[in-house]
């Protein structure tokens, strides 16, 4: 099982970045994908979650409206579309699959993080 993140970056505030995850060694349409952030000396949060039938959870009541997750079995990615970003999101972003969405613990695989820094 593998979970590659890629598209983190620098941005400044009020910019955009899409985050994708892509996924390989499992079926992947038979697992859930979430996003987590970790900022510096802070603990993991959980960002959303998105089922195999396109189910969403939101976990952080700050990126509501301003974040989207969505999937393509497809492809076998989830991507995490963010919109009018802020100095606060900045963080390692997470991707982990597992059978259901709920805290960090439930998750049985994690990508190794992509760096996302808002910045002026």
């Known amino acids: 099982v593998q979970l590659v993140e890629s598209g983190g970056g620098l941005v400044q505030p009020g910019g955009s970045l899409r985050l994708s995850c892509g996924a390989s060694?499992?079926?992947?349409?038979?697992?859930?994908i979430a996003w987590f952030r970790q900022a510096p000396g802070k603990e993991r949060e959980g960002v959303v979650c998105?089922?195999?039938?396109?189910?969403?959870?939101y976990y952080a009541d700050a990126v509501k409206g301003r974040f989207t997750i969505s999937r393509d079995n497809a492809k076998n990615t989830v991507y995490l579309q963010m919109n009018s970003l802020k100095p606060e999101d900045t963080a390692v972003y997470y991707c982990?699959?597992?059978?259901?969405?709920?805290?960090?613990?439930?998750?049985?695989?994690w990508g190794q993080g992509t760096q996302v820094t808002v910045s002026s």
């Open positions: 982990a699959t597992g059978i259901v969405c709920g805290a960090w613990d439930v998750y049985d695989y």
């Open positions: 998105i089922t195999s039938s396109d189910s969403i959870t």
């Open positions: 060694g499992f079926t992947f349409d038979h697992y859930v």
